[in-house]
């Protein structure tokens, strides 16, 4: 479904000016999501992306700007008011209670919930693991178990818009890709996902549109079939032209077929299927 199919945006935020004592964190950023969107916003450390979820959710105040929620103004919103109206938040280091149980933990996440269909059992099913491991303690878990336990915790809020910071980061790979293989459950039950991802060919793999930052402010917009490897580095790095305005036409596809380099390893046209 295109953007002109799916109705109006469930997430806009417009102009936001962000700023963490008198340093400016984020200046006049805007984005728009779409209902069933994979958006992921990419970029390097200090970029602004962990601050610019963490205002979507309430976590900070912004100086300017507005951020509209399903048509309605939630910039004053508080937090537990967003997570009942349905935008949750997974946090970059999952933020667990270490000296709660896994099934502990997943009961604080209803604490705000939505009506939906993701229960704790419905966690379980996703993470079969987790019921024979529902009694342990988190703090006795590995990264990949308790980034799956903040998943969890989050989906049984029933959200609509999914935001996730940092999923793979200080992950093995292949637990990486144990965890992006749940997106496609998540999507299907109706939740619209905003994600934070520095790992750019694991953002490009599964968005459906993609937002690069830069100290601040965004050097590239579009979707993955429009950008380039060397519009993404230039976005990246913030180094050249091709960093300077939104991208608004496809481009033709590599000779090779290939767009591998150090920022998206082993990346292939065909590898971007979500």
């Known amino acids: 479904m295109s953007r002109q199919e799916s109705g109006g945006p469930l997430l806009d935020v417009r102009d936001l000016v962000v700023h963490h004592g008198q340093l400016r964190a984020l200046s006049g950023i805007s984005l728009t999501v779409f209902p069933g969107e994979v958006y992921a916003l990419i970029g390097a450390n200090g970029a602004g992306k962990s601050t610019l979820l963490r205002t979507i959710a309430g976590l900070h105040h912004p100086t300017s700007g507005s951020i509209s929620y399903d048509g309605k103004d939630v910039t004053g919103l508080r937090p537990e008011k967003r997570a009942t109206a349905g935008i949750v938040m997974v946090p970059e280091g999952r933020r667990l209670f270490p000296s709660l149980t896994l099934e502990e933990n997943l009961k604080v996440g209803g ?55 940092e999923l793979s980061l200080g992950l093995a790979p292949v637990i990486v890709q144990r965890i992006y293989a749940m997106l496609p459950q998540v999507l299907e039950s109706g939740i619209t996902v905003l994600l934070v991802e520095q790992d750019v060919s694991q953002a490009l793999r599964v968005a459906t549109h993609l937002q690069c930052l830069l100290e601040g402010h965004t ?56």
Do not use: H
């Open 219 to 274: 050097t590239l917009e579009g979707t993955p079939a429009e950008v380039t490897r060397e519009q993404v580095e230039a976005a990246y790095f913030g180094a050249g032209p091709a960093a300077q305005a939104e991208v608004s036409s496809p481009t033709p596809p590599d000779p090779d077929g290939q767009r591998s380099n150090a920022l998206w390893p082993g990346l292939t046209p065909s590898s971007r299927a979500c």
């Open 111 to 165: 604490s705000f919930a939505r009506k939906g269909p993701w229960t704790i059992g419905r966690v379980y099913d996703l993470f079969p693991w987790m019921k024979e491991r529902r009694g342990q303690k988190t703090a006795q878990m590995s990264g990949g178990e308790q980034q799956s336990v903040a998943i969890g915790r989050a989906l049984v809020a029933n959200p609509r818009v999914l935001l996730l910071d």
